[in-house]
């Protein structure tokens, strides 16, 4: 009996920290991406509350500095109703949120903690993450018409139009970043990046286009833009109650994450240029990542406290100009370097 409770123990240990099983449930997925949820959303609203001088909710943990307000939140959202009008498409409307959130995650297991952890190790890995990143705009337009609601609509349009503008940049830089490193593979970039250095110093265009993406693509300030509650109140989650609705909020937060993980990975070195010792867990150098991935979230949010945001005209202006020349220039810049290390 103990040899058989020994044995499922070590297979069911195995089975979970298999790069299958852990990157998607533990690191960098679930587990991690909802406790650096909560820990963001506290921040956001500390950093705001600092600079702007002004009181936020406290009623939770009062002697933690509120930190488990955000639980509470949590629990609201939960158990709150879920509130499904007449009017709307009551499969697309339900299924929607949920989809979105789906798809706003996956990216995040394609993206590999170390050089022997990754759950997905794919000659073109970088390219297969880009491709999850740009299905959120499309699955939010769904979740605009179905709510059967002018602002809802609004808002979608918004994201529709603001989605054509930054993903050309995003997709242009991060091949900045591929051609830079003569690779598609994720883990091929990080290993390079140790003999070479940071991608972020090779060409800083490419990785100042891309930093801006993330911020304009998260609906971060001053890109707060598809939801402006001042003007359409949230956006496309106006219809929406309950868990729902929590799912819609959230939503951001996981795709500024994933997008954080990624930016480390193309421009930061990864988890590469520390050394750890051989005996440890591959998945620790995992730990370099995400916490370069935090720093770029954390600057993230305290946007927010300091930008006023930018009408839709602006923001178009922006991407289409500026950051579409920038992001074209950093491509050629890549191409530049590579001929010289050829002619070399």
Do not use: C
Request: aromatic share 16%.
């Amino acid at each position: 009996m103990y040899d058989l409770i020994n044995y499922l123990w070590e297979t069911g240990l195995n089975l979970l920290f298999s790069p299958e099983i852990f990157e998607p449930l533990v690191f960098p997925g679930l587990i991690a991406a909802f406790s650096l949820l909560i820990v963001v959303i506290w921040l956001e609203r500390k950093i705001a509350a600092i600079i702007q001088m002004r009181y936020g909710p406290y009623y939770i943990s009062r002697h933690t500095e509120g930190a488990l307000q955000l639980v509470a939140d949590l629990l609201r959202f939960l158990f709150s109703e879920v509130i499904i009008p007449k009017s709307v498409d009551k499969i697309a409307y339900v299924l929607a949120p949920i989809i979105l959130f789906a798809f706003t995650f996956l990216p995040i297991v394609v993206i590999p903690v170390s050089k022997d952890f990754a759950a997905i190790d794919h000659e073109y890995s970088l390219l297969i993450a880009l491709a999850l990143m740009t299905l959120y705009s499309s699955f939010l337009l769904i979740v605009s018409w179905a709510s059967n609601n002018k602002f809802s609509f609004i808002g979608g349009l918004r994201e529709g139009f603001l989605s054509l503008s930054y993903e050309i940049p995003l997709i242009i830089s991060a091949l900045s970043a591929a051609v830079l490193f003569d690779s598609f593979n994720l883990i091929e970039i990080v290993e390079k990046q140790a003999a070479m250095g940071w991608g972020i110093f090779y060409n800083p265009l490419a990785a100042i286009v891309f930093l801006v993406v993330i911020i304009y693509s998260t609906s971060r300030y001053p890109y707060e833009i598809a939801e402006a509650e001042s003007e359409i109140v949230i956006g496309p989650f106006t219809e929406y109650t309950g868990i729902l609705f929590g799912l819609g909020m959230g939503i951001s937060y996981i795709k500024l994450y994933s997008m954080s993980l990624l930016y480390a990975v193309l421009f930061l070195g990864g988890w590469e240029p520390v050394v750890w010792p051989l005996n440890l867990h591959p998945v620790l150098p995992g730990i370099i990542l995400f916490i370069k991935a935090f720093i770029i979230v954390a600057f993230s949010v305290f946007l927010r406290a300091v930008y006023p945001r930018y009408r839709i005209d602006q923001a178009l202006r922006i991407a289409w100009w500026k950051l579409f020349t920038l992001a074209f220039l950093s491509l050629l810049f890549s191409y530049g370097i590579k001929i010289i290390e050829v002619m070399g």
